[in-house]
């Protein structure tokens, strides 16, 4: 009864290729995110989406596009891959006051 | 950025209660304290959030002070699996898909 998945949970590729990561929720929320982790482990709001509506884009690189076909999903698609890329992903959902978090995909770029 | 100020790492023996602060003197009337944890290696965790009263309840409780500026989180009995870091953040909920801003938080190590 996993609240907020996301697959894969590990992704390993090469620079230069496009990949995507998924994030579903099954709470019924309206709101999801997604967030960056660095190695140094700072946490980053990337993108929130609301009712299938982009409401926050932080600065981040347009290779990266969210897409929320529905408002159970919030995909992230990275196109041309960097280095720099390398991190853990993380989706949320949230009804208000409380994010509820998914496990994380540990991506590494080659 | 961060609008909060954490200590960087804390002890605690287990059993005991591990109390965590955290400054926040340039608060908004209308923005709430947050606390989340994350363990190693899995997704942050929502804890507590209060506005101005102290609140409990199942995980901890947090205290904040009448002028607002600062708060604690309290983990009555803190066990070995309660080390984390602690993240304080404060944030407005005047809209939807207002997002958390992490600091650095605090490194909590519980030890036997």
């Known amino acids: 009864d996993t609240a907020v998945s996301q697959t894969p949970k590990y992704l390993v590729t090469q620079m230069g290729n496009d990949k995507s990561i998924k994030c579903e929720q099954n709470l019924g929320h309206d709101t999801m995110y997604w967030y960056k982790q660095d190695s140094k482990k700072f946490l980053k709001i990337m993108f929130s989406y609301n009712n299938k509506e982009l409401i926050i884009n932080e600065t981040v690189p347009n290779r990266f596009s969210p897409k929320s076909p529905d408002k159970a999903h919030l995909n992230l698609h990275i196109n041309s891959l960097e280095l720099g890329d390398s991190a853990v992903y993380f989706c949320a959902s949230s009804p208000g006051h409380e994010q509820f978090f998914g496990p994380g995909t540990r991506l590494t770029v080659l | 950025d961060a609008k909060t100020t954490q200590p960087t790492s804390m002890d605690c023996a287990e059993g005991r209660a591990a109390n965590l602060p955290c400054n926040h003197s340039?608060?908004?009337?209308?923005?709430?304290v947050y606390w989340y944890r994350q363990i190693h290696s899995q997704g942050p965790q929502y804890i507590i959030h209060?506005?101005?009263n102290n609140e409990t309840n199942e995980m901890a409780s947090l205290i904040i002070t009448e002028d607002r500026k600062s708060s604690t989180l309290i983990l009555p009995h803190a066990t070995l699996r309660d080390t984390a870091v602690y993240y304080c953040i404060v944030r407005a909920l005047n809209q939807a898909g207002t997002a958390l801003i992490f600091g650095k938080g605090t490194t909590l190590s519980v030890s036997s």
């Open positions: 340039t608060i908004s009337g209308n923005e709430y």
């Open positions: 209060g506005l101005k």
